[in-house]
């Protein structure tokens, strides 16, 4: 008999599937080189939806602290990323009056990308970053206190008790990589101060419906947020989302800026029934769009595999770009590994030098591309597009060109 799902959220059963990409492991279990012949655990990547509360989600398969405590991913590699990270203190310090008395707090703080600038105008900072490989960077390289715990109820009471308020408590990409939500929206209410602001970034799941975004799915992420949802969760938790701003990050995100319910100092902008009605609109509120979203992933997996044989059965080379976690979920879900690609690249030095989760491509320094000369280059990492071809623009003394496989597969010289 097949096991009863609830939601993570409202607890209802879950019975609708969204998309299921069949098996796949942990799309930051990278394997060392001399591990090629080694097994690899592999999980249902069969995502689902609540037809309540319309919470898209993952099945937890294994803990965060599994999956976190030795991270790969470091934000100060993306050069456009740090370029928003900045841009975002300014825009806060500019409008909110963050400043010297204020206590910011980031949730994720990953390597310390975001603080760095709050710290250079000497305001008070206090990262939380579970992944202690990355937290020591943070501390050691860039002097942010940072502590290595997963955040949620138990740990907001233990700041508080310590007599930290956030003034500003912000999270990027992280609502969508915590297995219990209830937990952790609570935490951020008893952590906020009673005039302060909280403001979470995460991909908008009407981009990766509209856009084919499926290869965004991977274990880490366990929910996919869209903004009538995000509402309800934070108004069950006795938070009031004010304000509202749409992002072209990840592929496409929302920025939302949350207050305490009993908090007037805050009036609710135009934009939250503007990006309300925008999902309304697109079906967002209606069962049939999210079950009929698998027949959209399935001719990216077509069309892309056609592309990729045409290539080599025309004796072309194929590399990659990028040890991305959504790269992962690509490949693999596609079936597509050393018969297709030769290897990959990633600028990172944390993800050279070993091989990509289930598909077992090795992946090396940039400079590898220059030495083989390849003829095509898959851009697993589509939203750095620009960014990348930027920085490969000498392959076009060959003639090299690239492929990118999202929303559609296209070709680029």
Not at 21 to 41: D, I, R, T
Not at 119 to 140: C, D, M, T
Not at 371 to 386: A, G, H, S, V
């Amino acid at each position: 008999m097949e096991k009863k799902i609830f939601c993570r959220f409202c607890h209802h059963e879950i019975k609708h599937t969204f998309v299921d990409l069949g098996m796949a492991p942990l799309s930051n279990s990278y394997v060392k080189m001399n591990s090629s012949e080694h097994g690899q655990m592999t999980y249902p990547l069969h995502v689902r939806v609540c037809n309540q509360c319309f919470l898209v989600q993952l099945e937890e398969f294994e803990s965060p602290s599994d999956i976190f405590s030795d991270y790969a991913y470091f934000s100060s590699f993306s050069t456009s990323w740090i370029k928003h990270a900045k841009a975002y203190t300014d825009y806060m310090v500019e409008n909110y009056a963050i400043g010297k008395d204020s206590q910011v707090i980031e949730i994720a703080s990953n390597d310390g990308y975001l603080l760095q600038y709050f710290k250079e105008k000497n305001i008070p900072v206090l990262g939380i970053e579970p992944a202690e490989n990355v937290a020591e960077v943070a501390r050691n390289e860039k002097g942010i206190p940072t502590i290595s715990k997963f955040f949620g109820v138990p740990l907001a009471k233990k700041l508080v008790h310590e007599g930290r308020k956030a003034n500003l408590l912000l999270g990027n990409n992280v609502l969508a990589h915590v297995p219990d939500i209830n937990d952790f929206v609570e935490g951020m209410k008893i952590l906020l101060a009673a005039d302060g602001v909280i403001t979470m970034e995460f991909p908008h799941l009407l981009n990766l419906i509209e856009k084919n975004q499926f290869d965004t799915i991977y274990h880490e992420h366990f929910s996919y947020l869209s903004f009538l949802t995000v509402q309800k969760i934070f108004m069950l938790h006795g938070l009031r989302i004010f304000d509202v701003q749409e992002w072209s990050t990840h592929g496409g995100s929302l920025r939302i800026f949350a207050c305490h319910v009993d908090c007037f100092n805050y009036k609710t902008t135009d934009y939250v029934e503007s990006i309300t009605q925008q999902e309304k609109q697109a079906g967002l509120d209606k069962l049939h769009i999210y079950t009929g979203f698998s027949e959209k992933v399935k001719n990216v997996k077509y069309d892309l595999l056609a592309c990729l044989i045409e290539l080599k059965k025309a004796n072309k080379s194929i590399v990659a770009y990028g040890a991305a976690a959504k790269g992962n979920t690509l490949l693999n879900y596609c079936g597509i590994r050393q018969d297709f690609i030769d290897y990959a690249v990633d600028i990172n030095p944390h993800k050279q030098n070993i091989m990509l989760p289930g598909s077992r491509i090795p992946v090396y320094n940039p400079e590898k591309i220059s030495q083989t000369k390849p003829d095509y280059i898959l851009i697993l990492p589509w939203n750095l597009k620009e960014e990348i071809i930027q920085q490969l623009s000498y392959v076009k003394e060959w003639g090299a060109k690239f492929i990118l496989p999202i929303p559609e597969v296209e070709i680029v010289e």
